[in-house]
Every structure is written in C-alpha cells, then in structure tokens.
C-alpha cells in the first residue's frame, strides 16, 4: 500500500480535502501510516516501467533477466509482484488463459478493419503507472481515436476500478458518448459496475484480445509520448504537483501538431469531426 501522505502539499494552496479529491485519495488515508514500498522496490518499477516502453513484449522473466544484467538481483515472485503492482503488462499472447469468474464480462475486440472516420466513434482507455520524487500514482486517460484528443484523464492511488469508471462518466459528461469504448482485460474494466454503466449508456464494448499489440496502440503511444517528454524528465514531489503538471502538458498536447493525423492538432480535428 501506498502512504497517502506523500501525495498531498500541506503548504498548497488548495484544502488538504480538495486534494484528497482532486487525487481520489480517501481523507482516512491521512491519519495513519500504511507501510510504503521499499525505495529499491521503487527504483526497480521505475526502471521496468522505462523497459517497457521499449521491449513491450518483455514478461516476468525478461525481466528479471534485464534486471540482473544491471546489477539488480530479483526473484520472479518478486518481480511479478513489482509488475502487477506497477500494472507493466506484456503484450505477448499467453499460452495458458486462466478461466476467470469476470469472464462473464469479457467482450470482443471490435476495432479490427474499423473505419474511424469522426470524433466520439471510438474511445481507448487504459491505466498506467506515474513515478514520482517518493512513491507512484496511476494514471487513467481516454483517447479519442479518430483525433488523438484526451477527452478524460484522472490520478489515483490505487488500481479501483471506481476510479476508472469515474473517468468515463466525466469524459461522458464532458464530451458525450462514444459508439465504442475500447479496453484492455483488466480486472477494472470486466467488473460488472463498470460493464453495467457502458450498457445503460448504449456504448459498444470492445476488448483488447490477450496481448495482442496493436489492439489499444493509441493510448499505449500517449504513455510513451507523456512519460518521456515529460514524467521521467523531473519526476513530481506531491500528488497535487503531479495534476498540475498533468494538467498543463495535455493541454499543450491538444494544441500541438500530430504526426499520427496529418499533423494537425488534436483539438482542432477532435472539434471539426465531432
């Protein structure tokens, strides 16, 4: 568990309670202190984290491989626990697929051979870890396929799955329905409030086939583009530091030239094709 307290500037401007709500952080969280994860515990996540980026198809096992060739000697257990912490998932198709209870709210991937001609027809989302100066946050974000557009983000503490759901209703609320909302198979995208919500929102749901790589690219390719222009460069001190500073590079983003569609700006195109 993460200590709470690292993420909150208790000389910040803003009531600790309105940064417990703008972090998603439970007030209780403050007033005792849950055991936090070892600062070599932190530096491995990080240096897996940058990995990935790279080799996206590295497991458990490359891992630690990699890992030893630095110096760093860690059991398997160890690094999977570390990796499943971090939410640094492989992109390679497993072998074996466990039969999970969730399976029941597992959908097909309806992006393939798609023609995604307008803003709002397709949504990716996804969840990704955020180092920071002491500790980590998660970061949640929508993209709009079609322009490239961030049409919702949010930080938390924790893998919830009321977290993420929290950013969809806000991106719903904020730019209006998707046709489809693609996902990968994680636990907070097949638990049944958040399958439920997308039902009785008459959104379409698409899943990302196990491991494959090209299935949520979109949102992977924002990971890359946000961590190395801007999180690994100075890593944030306080939970509300890291919003901010959130907060302001995407909206550079929005106003910033994109390869990917032509080079116009994603909140020029996502406007014009809504």
Known sequence: ??????????????????????LEI?????????????????????IMDRHILEEPTAGVLTMQSMLQDRGINAGYERVRRLMR?????????RRHLTQWKRNDYIHPYLLRNLAITHSNQVWEIDI??????????????????????????????????????????EAIRDHG?????????????????????????QI???????????????????????????IYLNPATSGVGLFTRIKKWIEKYHYRAHQGIDRTKPINRYKMAA
Request: glycine share 6%; aromatic share 12%.
């Open 85 to 93: 912490l971090a939410n640094i998932k492989p992109i390679y198709p």
């Open 128 to 169: 990704t870890y955020i180092p920071m100066a002491k500790g980590f946050m998660y970061l949640t974000a929508i993209i709009d396929v079609y322009s490239r557009y961030i049409v919702g983000w949010g930080l938390s503490n924790s893998l919830d799955a009321d977290s993420s759901l929290r950013v969809v209703k």
């Open 204 to 230: 379409q749901i698409s899943m990302d086939g196990k491991g494959r790589a090209l299935d949520n690219i979109y949102i992977e390719r924002f990971w890359r583009t946000i961590k190395y222009q801007h």
């Open 1 to 22: 568990m993460i200590d709470s307290k690292l993420f909150i500037d208790k000389n910040h401007g803003l009531s600790i309670r309105k940064q417990c709500e703008i």
């Open 177 to 201: 329905k998707p046709m489809i909302l693609n996902s990968d198979q994680g636990s907070q995208f097949t638990c049944k409030e958040y399958i439920d919500y997308l039902k009785d929102q």
């Open 26 to 46: 439970n007030r209780s969280g403050l007033y005792y202190e849950p055991k936090g994860e070892p600062q070599q515990n932190l530096e491995i996540i990080e």
